[in-house]
């Protein structure tokens, strides 16, 4: 068995471009088809690109994120996704605090996540939460995915901490 050895963080983040949607859809894809998160279609991911971030190495896409923003005070980290290869080596913590930055600028107070890696984004502040309590609105994606309504996934929210300003 070969031992994998682990690359250095040499990329950037950056919001995602129109010329990324392909590499986007082919990263989604290959989670998709392992039933690992929800498959987007070229259409949805051009009809939402605004909300999508990319980790970018040498022109390569490595690493997508989108934060979606769902009501006054509440958006989702969703398509959190690192090429295999690439995993494990703090891609997809940039990616995480990438989305907890801009909901903080953006004061959105809650950011919730439904995944199957609950203890990665434990590390974050997200703490478990009842499905149930988040709005029926987030549901509308849901309803494409092949295991509903019958969810496997874990809900996880984060409440930022309320900034006081200084007078």
Same mark, same amino acid.
């Given at each position: ?14 919001? /995602? ?6 590499? &986007?859809? +082919? !990263? *989604? ?43 006054d005070d509440l ?7 690192? /090429? ?6 703090? &891609?997809? +913590? !940039? *990616? ?63 409440? +930022?901490?309320?900034?006081t300003s200084a007078?």
């Open positions: 068995m070969s031992e994998h050895k682990q690359q250095p963080i040499s990329g950037r983040i950056r919001p /995602a471009r129109m010329g990324d949607v392909r590499a &986007i859809h +082919a !990263l *989604l894809a290959t989670f998709a088809n392992k039933g690992l998160m929800l498959s987007r279609s070229i259409s949805s991911l051009y009809d939402h690109l605004r909300d999508f971030v990319v980790y970018e190495e040498n022109g390569t896409v490595l690493g997508i994120v989108a934060l979606h923003i769902c009501w958006a989702e980290i969703r398509s959190l996704a690192v /090429a295999e290869e690439r995993q494990k080596c703090g &891609i997809g +913590a !940039l *990616l995480v605090e990438s989305c907890l930055d801009e909901a903080n600028s953006l004061e959105i107070g809650k950011v919730f996540v439904l995944t199957y890696q609950a203890a990665f984004f434990r590390k974050f502040g997200f703490k478990d939460c009842d499905k149930q309590d988040l709005p029926h609105k987030i549901w509308s994606d849901c309803i494409h995915c092949p295991k509903f309504p019958d969810c496997d996934e874990d809900a996880l929210i984060r409440t +930022a901490e309320r900034r007078t």
